[in-house]
């Protein structure tokens, strides 16, 4: 369990039966693309599930949504939570931390690159539904205890998608089709948790130029090189002991 805090919030984090949970502490407003959540909203938790690796057209949970909805249930969580899934082990977290100036961010990852994907690729039929192949999918959770205006929420996200890309070309990780420059996964998700209004300090803007920014690149960039170097080693053990990953 880590804890990070500040005069105005804490997070706390666990990973019970294959699935991390992040205790916000308080709730937060949070932006996400989860298949759980997803969208504008408030919450107090965030998971982060493992699912069992399958083909490109199987989904043997069913609705993404409802099936999480049970699981929070199942762990004692909030319903009304943020929730994602993956085919990476939870023992593949990975967490980076900073801080400046009064305020911090803190990412947590899973990152899986053999669905990797250039975007404006375009899918070949059986991979077009983008909720069916969880295997290779980078979740990206990234928390600052700053209070963001919406425009700044939006930036957040932006900002830790160009550091997840620029850190995939760094490490020249290829499309699944064996195009070079993957910017990312064809199932990505992005989950950014800030504090409420008058909750923490107020950020108009958080793109490049903003410390705030800064440290969102920062962090997310540590989580992905940290998590390609565990994906390598995850994928050559599961190769060796000949399951699929």
């Known amino acids: 369990m880590t804890l990070t805090a500040s005069r105005t919030l804490s997070t706390k984090h666990r990973i019970v039966?294959?699935?991390?949970?992040?205790?916000?502490?308080?709730?937060?407003?949070?932006?996400?693309?989860?298949?759980?959540?997803?969208?504008?909203?408030?919450?107090?938790?965030?998971?982060?599930?493992?699912?069992?690796?399958?083909g490109r057209t199987s989904q043997p949970w069913g609705d993404p949504s409802l099936y999480l909805r049970k699981l929070a249930g199942s762990l004692g969580v909030d319903v009304d939570c943020v929730a994602l899934m993956t085919a990476v082990p939870m023992t593949q977290v990975v967490v980076s931390r900073a801080m400046a100036g009064g305020i911090w961010v803190e990412c947590l990852a899973t990152v899986g690159?053999?669905?990797?994907?250039?975007?404006?690729?375009v899918p070949a039929p059986e991979v077009r539904n983008a909720g069916s192949h969880t295997t290779g999918t980078i979740n990206l959770i990234v928390i600052t205890n700053a209070c963001l205006a919406a425009p700044a929420l939006v930036g957040a996200v932006q900002v830790a998608t160009e550091s997840k890309t620029g850190t995939l070309r760094d490490h020249a990780v290829p499309s699944w089709t064996g195009s070079p420059n993957a910017t990312g996964t064809g199932t990505d998700a992005v989950v950014m948790a800030c504090a409420l209004k008058g909750h923490g300090p107020w950020q108009a803007y958080a793109g490049t130029h903003t410390m705030v920014g800064a440290m969102i690149g920062q962090v997310t960039a540590d989580c992905l090189t940290q998590g390609l170097v565990r994906a390598a080693q995850w994928m050559s053990s599961a190769s060796s002991a000949g399951s699929s990953v």
């Open 17 to 54: 039966e294959g699935t991390l949970i992040v205790d916000l502490g308080a709730r937060l407003r949070v932006l996400s693309s989860a298949p759980r959540g997803g969208g504008l909203r408030t919450t107090r938790y965030i998971l982060n599930h493992q699912v069992t690796s399958v």
């Open 113 to 121: 690159v053999t669905n990797a994907v250039r975007a404006g690729e």
